[in-house]
């Protein structure tokens, strides 16, 4: 079994810390949409990390870390939604997008350094 990386953690954690912060949405029709798609893009970002660990190839690594991608970007634009609307607290929101652009970085570098030792062979 591989150990735990700091990706993979780091990713499990904003997932949970975005469960967290969906509990303060308040029970509205925008709120209850905005905190069910954040749920969705936060938590597939951990299992698509997950996911790509496992990955059987390199190919397979690359593609779900563009899902990884993907879903931090989602997950960024419904953060977005919630402090354009005034739904939460901001600073709560500016450290979760803080920490999603981090995860965005970690995993485009992950990508990269796959696919430049690709080419290298």
């Known amino acids: 079994m591989q150990s735990e990386s700091p990706l993979l953690s780091r990713t499990r954690a904003f997932a949970i810390a975005i469960a967290k912060l969906i509990d303060l949405v308040p029970d509205t029709i925008q ?19 997950r996911a790509a660990r496992r990955a059987r190839s390199d190919a397979e690594f690359v593609a779900k870390i563009g899902v990884v991608l993907e879903e931090i970007d989602e997950s960024e634009l419904w953060l977005d939604f919630l402090a354009e609307l005034g739904l939460c607290n901001e600073p709560e929101i500016k450290q979760l997008r803080r920490e999603a652009n981090e995860l965005a970085a970690m995993s485009f570098a992950a990508r990269k350094t796959v696919l430049r030792n690709k080419a290298s062979l």
């Open 31 to 49: 709120g209850r949409i905005i905190a069910n798609q954040l749920m969705r893009s936060a938590t597939s970002t951990a299992a698509n990390y």
